[in-house]
Nanobody
Framework: QVQLVESGGGLVQPGGSLRVSCVLS????????MGWYRQAPGKQRELVAD???????NYVDSVKGRFTISRDNAKSTVYLQMNSLKPEDTAVYYC?????????????WGQGTQVTVSS
């Protein structure tokens, strides 16, 4: 049973930094592409950044240059370093794991961690 557990959310002032982490258990981490999504109140969940098993990264335009996604396969952990935070970054941040096996794609989600950017 794959489980994802996020940590590291909290309250930060505009311009500040925060790092959220997500640990995968129950499977082999290196088999999964990992991603961070976020959902603000009244809005749809959106992809923030993702990273393939080989380390290729992708970011939504609104966070490029401010956020960095990385992974540590030895620790089964994916990170999202968030710098120069803005109030519009306030959301619940969800970790996602994706595995493609033959023609089947399977997704797993964490429970989410709240990030609030406010003075």
């Amino acid at each position: 049973q794959v489980q994802l557990v996020e940590s590291g959310g909290g309250l930060v002032q505009p311009g500040g930094s925060l790092r959220v982490s997500c640990v995968l258990s129950g499977s082999i981490f290196s088999l999964y592409a990992m991603g961070w999504y976020r959902q603000a109140p009244g809005k749809q969940r959106e992809l923030v950044a993702d990273i393939t098993s080989g380390g290729t990264t992708n970011y939504v335009d609104s966070v490029k240059g401010r956020f960095t996604i990385s992974r540590d396969n030895a620790k089964s952990t994916v990170y999202l370093q968030m710098n120069s935070l803005k109030p519009e970054d306030t959301a619940v941040y969800y970790c996602n794991a994706k595995r493609v096996l033959r023609s089947t794609t399977t997704y797993y989600w964490g429970q989410g961690t709240q990030v609030t950017v406010s003075s």
